[in-house]
């Protein structure tokens, strides 16, 4: 699990050499006990693993340095070939970088402390700029190393999600795509669709989501669905989304509950109508499910009778104004003080608008059945 930290130039040290291959327990020992003692990741390692292939690393690693106290010249193609080796399996056991580095410091703090035990005063010099010069060029190629191989994992990672999000999305078959992403999609699900004003990056919606749901979530970043767990809060989702992309993003999201893996697909088709839906009728950013635009959903089918619907507010179309004054009496519930603050007028100048759009459409907004079909004309205006 610890890596190496190869060979360097000196000249050699045959005494020192043999003294330190004397000292390799103690080394492996100590560096073992120091792993498990400071480092997160190898605390939570089962002993049977810290004795077994932790001990057989830190013991190559110990052979490695004592190559590098006899051999002159700077880590050759070949050290360096394996350290990059080494480094990547590390990756794909999904070891931290943070313990990698964490494990070569350790290493080379317990190969000093030796070091100043066994050698001789004026053997430390050439030995400590030896371990200097291995660090110098063990760790840039390590961390390079590490973080190729985790990107090739992650880019593994996002396809199998990818291609189970796209089974489930399309009603097909899921078991082989479940099993490669290594999550399982049984239980309820909250699809939701999400839009961004401007796009923010996919990594940081991606990572904004898995923070707030506390699982690997499946997300298909072109077409803005995502499949979360259950029970999830969705408000306090939204509010994360929008704090984490940033200020100056609008955030719209859409939500619709699937029982099960089966009802993905019903549910992505209900969320995406209902984003578009708050879209194209300008609602504000915000999260939304079916119940907060159930008219507008109904009103929203093509047809001669949105066409009609829409028609009835005709006669208004020459005097915006009273457009107006009815769509801001209609969004205040009808509510004379308040619409009339709303339009900066004296409520007389607010009755007397609403009573020319009487005069014009035919439809009173102080009869509870008229009232409604002009709310319903409205909508099907800004739908038609």
Partial sequence: MTEAFGRCDDTPMPGLHARMAARGGDFTAAVVARCAAEVPFYRELPRRTLEGEVTRSITAVHELLLRALRQDGVMDPGDLTRLIEWSGRRAEERVPLEAVIAAYLVGAEVWWQVLAETAEPEELTGAGAKLLACLHAAMPAVVLAHRNAQEDIRSEDKRVRRALLTALLAGRPYDEPEEAAGVSVAGPH????????????PRLVQSSLEAHAGVPVLVDHVAGIALLPGGCDLPGLWEALGKDVGQGHRVFAAAAPAAGPGAVPAAAQEAGRVLELVQRLGRPPGLYRLDDVLLEYQLARPGDALLRLAAKLDPLEE??????TLRVFVDHGHNRSRSASELCVHRNTLDYRLHRVTTLTGLDPAVPAEARLLQAALVARDLA
Avoid: I, M, Q, T
């Avoid at 909250?190 to 990056?201: G, I, Q, T, W």
């Avoid at 005097?319 to 107006?324: G, Q, T, W």
């Fill in 319 to 324: 005097h915006p104004y009273l457009l107006e």
């Fill in 190 to 201: 909250e699809v939701v669709a999400l839009s961004f004003e401007p796009n923010p990056p």
